[in-house]
């Protein structure tokens, strides 16, 4: 999504070489998508599943 949308950014993490990080947002397993602090998606999972998921969440 962000790389169609010049309104998303991204960073991307190594959680095994940011232990401070992987703490804070509580890293069980990868992938993990924190958005802005308050939706966690984690696992693979399909675009319209991830975009419904951080919608649902984010009302």
Do not use: H, W
């Not at 993490?13 to 992938?31: C, H, N």
């Amino acid at each position: 999504m962000a790389f169609s949308n010049p309104n998303i950014t991204t960073t991307a993490i190594e959680a095994t070489e940011f232990m401070d990080l992987s703490r804070r947002y509580r890293v069980t397993g990868v992938p993990k998508t924190v958005i802005n602090d308050a939706i966690e998606i984690l696992g693979g999972i399909p675009e319209p599943d991830f975009i419904a998921q951080a919608l649902a969440s984010a009302e």
